[in-house]
């Protein structure tokens, strides 16, 4: 899955846009220096999402939402729309 499916899937499944979780986690206390194991049991213990899309999250907790231009354009199931992830929900896209 690419990037932004990762994080429309934990949209459906949590109820929550990414920019809610985001805004969660800082909340909490979590950013940038976060280790990705403490972010990711927060998420399965929560809302008990896995690996794919936890690192999905943990990449805009850490690094913002601009992703690797490798990861556009491509063909497969990898492929993202745009280095520019969508945070606000699938609703306003």
């Known amino acids: 899955m690419s990037f932004q499916a990762y994080l429309d899937g934990a949209e459906k499944k949590t109820g929550k846009t990414p920019a809610d979780l985001l805004t969660e986690a800082a909340g909490r206390g979590y950013d940038g220096t976060t280790k990705a194991g403490v972010f990711l049991e927060w998420l399965k213990t929560d809302y008990d999402l896995g690996r794919g899309h936890g690192m999905a999250l943990y990449h805009a907790l850490k690094n913002g939402t601009e992703i690797s231009a490798k990861h556009v354009g491509t063909s497969g199931s990898h492929r993202d729309e ?12």
């Open 82 to 93: 745009s280095t520019t992830l969508r945070l606000d929900g699938i609703a306003n896209r």
